[in-house]
């Protein structure tokens, strides 16, 4: 398996050449604003839940994502979005310093999260 990795306008993209699979890590609020229209796209080919739009994940980072980091995973074959895995970077503070950090689901916080969208195996065949 051959990995490559590059640093392109703050976009961390990592191509696996055996498969023709990408995976793109989205950070900054811009980057989850633009990827709109293809979260979008996924969501009608893929068996989701409401949790799982993209209207709902932007609205719950907007007012619960608060000082944490987002470190969304997007998973494409050639050009299309063929899955994303909405993480953000948690942080656990004592007395004001941090102490650890640790991934988890947007939406996390506060209902019952509904994992990572993705089209069906087959397609990545």
């Known amino acids: 398996m051959n990995t490559q990795t590059k640093h392109n306008k703050g976009k961390l993209y990592s191509k696996i050449?055996?498969?023709?699979?990408?995976?793109?890590?989205?950070?900054?609020?811009?980057?989850?604003?633009?990827?709109?229209?293809?979260?979008?796209?996924?969501?009608?080919?893929?068996?989701?839940?409401?949790?799982?739009?993209?209207?709902?994940?932007?609205?719950?980072?907007?007012?619960?994502?608060?000082?944490?980091?987002?470190h969304i995973v997007l998973f494409k074959k050639g050009s299309q979005l063929v899955g994303i895995m909405p993480f953000f970077i948690d942080y656990f503070h004592v007395i004001g310093y941090p102490v650890y950090r640790c991934l988890k689901m947007i939406g996390s916080k506060v209902t019952k999260t509904s994992g990572w969208l993705h089209t069906s195996p087959t397609s990545l065949q």
């Open 17 to 70: 050449s055996n498969n023709d699979l990408s995976t793109i890590v989205i950070t900054t609020a811009s980057e989850f604003e633009e990827i709109s229209s293809e979260w979008k796209a996924l969501v009608e080919i893929a068996d989701v839940e409401i949790f799982q739009t993209f209207e709902w994940q932007h609205t719950w980072w907007k007012y619960f994502g608060g000082n944490n980091k987002l």
